[in-house]
């Protein structure tokens, strides 16, 4: 079975820009999660879809970030415009939905640089 | 406020050793609890679970958690360790009963010398 699949890996961009993040959840998984690491931290909840539903985007900057997951399955997450405090590691997870007791599966994540 | 605190930022062990990782986490109500762990290069994985029940709860390659509830504790232990150990881990708690929402620990880097 595929893992979580994320692209691009790295990213390495000037402030200001915009970026854009993919993931592509494990087969079946219904509950998608973006997550933002920064250095020395643990994960942080962006952003839940329960198929294309966000469900929680509380943590989510909306000035600047956004998501969508249009089919309930692929999602994006941009940042637009990148500040240098954006730098860090945006991991996506994805989990079936039978009920609150789910295993959270993880992507290898994107590595964003603003310079 | 919810939060979940590790109490070491780095460790360095000799294979062999026993290692003993501290969590506590702060959160109101019942909860579910994890360790994840993130080997060089490679993505996060859970390593073991509770949810309820007996609350020393196995994982895989040896790796086992107790559960103290009157501590607010889920300390991760393993009784001899491997070069192959060396990683990051992280410990996660969320609400029994609600949906899985993590809050994590800011990690400790685990270094195993042979």
């Known amino acids: 079975e595929a893992g979580v699949v994320q692209s691009p890996r790295y990213k390495i961009i000037e402030k200001k820009q915009p970026v854009a993040f993919w993931c592509n959840p494990i087969?079946?998984?219904?509950?998608l999660y973006w997550y933002l690491q920064n250095l020395g931290q643990g994960p942080e909840l962006l952003i839940r879809?329960?198929?294309?539903?966000?469900?929680?985007d509380s943590q989510l900057p909306k000035d600047r970030f956004s998501a969508e997951r249009l089919k309930g399955v692929d999602s994006t997450l941009k940042i637009q415009p990148a500040e240098l405090g954006d730098s860090a590691v945006y991991l996506c997870a994805s989990s079936s939905n039978r009920g609150t007791m789910d295993t959270q599966y993880f992507g290898p994540g994107t590595r964003l640089t603003v310079l | 406020a919810q939060s979940v605190s590790q109490h070491n930022h780095h460790v360095i062990l000799s294979e062999a050793a026993s290692l003993e990782l501290g969590c506590n986490y702060s959160y109101g109500g019942t909860v579910n609890l994890f360790w994840y762990v993130q080997y060089p290069g490679q993505h996060l994985q859970l390593l073991l679970k509770?949810?309820?029940?007996?609350?020393l709860v196995k994982g895989i390659k040896g790796f086992e958690a107790e559960f103290i509830k009157s501590k607010f504790s889920f300390n991760l232990r393993k009784p001899s360790v491997q070069w192959s150990d060396t990683a990051e881990y992280f410990c996660a708690v969320g609400p029994s009963g609600g949906y899985n929402k993590l809050i994590f620990g800011a990690g400790t880097r685990l270094a195993v010398h042979p």
């Open positions: 087969s079946g998984h219904n509950t």
């Open positions: 879809y329960e198929n294309e539903e966000a469900v929680d």
């Open positions: 509770y949810f309820s029940g007996d609350p």
